[in-house]
């Protein structure tokens, strides 16, 4: 076992990051309170969680998921020496070696934070710049008119990377085209989840049944659905007619309620393959 596997399966309790040796270099001589600083926040859910970017004293930039726990809920997660942001971790950790394109999860840090708000629970994952979303990708472009070229490349590419997740016995979790990076020709799955759950099926349909109903968001047509469809069962030993009966009942309440939340009305969704 390698120097830097050891280290990502010993419990943080140090408040010290589970990481390669150039992110304990950032906390041991300050960097981490520098740059938490100057950090860029692109994505925030209260005052307890947040997404942000930091860059390092090599000029390397990495993504920080944030959670500021409860004074009890810190003392917890430090009696166990863990936090939810560690399972994620190892999840995410097992994704990348499974070749899954994901971020590279480089390990938990819990930090006393500073004089606004602390501590905090940070998961430090590579960041990856100048891509867009699938659902960018797809937006910016003409609707569908029958033909699922030319971006059939990039929606075949993310079906293949779900079917192998889900083919580990994992699921992702929220598989809106907004979860799906393009750089160049490459797709990235973010936002993760990547557990393993005695209701793996439900889970596996509902991956898919959120994905299809963000193609339809975009304007796919029903060829297309069903060629994304068609791929997924090559690739899996598990779809079946039952298999794609629950995506459908699953696509409908997902569209059902898109339609009072973001007024989006979309047609019934209907996966009767040949």
Known sequence: MSRRD??????????????????????????FAAAWRERRIIKQDGERRQVAVITAPDGSQLLLKCI????????????????????????????????????ESLGVLRWSGDAQRGPWWCQLQSF???????????????????????????IEKTVKQLATIHELGRFHGDMKLTNILVSDDKVILVDVDGRRSVRIKRRRQKDLARFLVGLQEVGATRTLLIKACKCYEELTCFANKDFFAGVERLAHNIAHRHVGRYGIDLEPLNLQLD
């Open 6 to 31: 050891s280290r990502l399966r010993t419990p943080d309790l140090r408040g010290r990051v589970v990481a390669p040796a150039r992110l304990d270099t950032l906390i041991t001589n300050g960097g």
């Open 68 to 103: 500021a726990p409860s004074d009890l809920g810190d003392l917890i997660w430090r009696i166990a020496g863990r936090s939810p942001l560690w399972r994620t971790h190892r999840s995410q950790e097992s994704l990348w070696q499974a070749a899954v394109c994901v971020p």
């Open 128 to 154: 990856i710049a100048d891509t867009k979303t699938l659902h960018a990708v797809l937006a910016d472009e003409t609707r569908y008119a029958g033909d699922p070229q030319p971006h059939w490349d990039l």
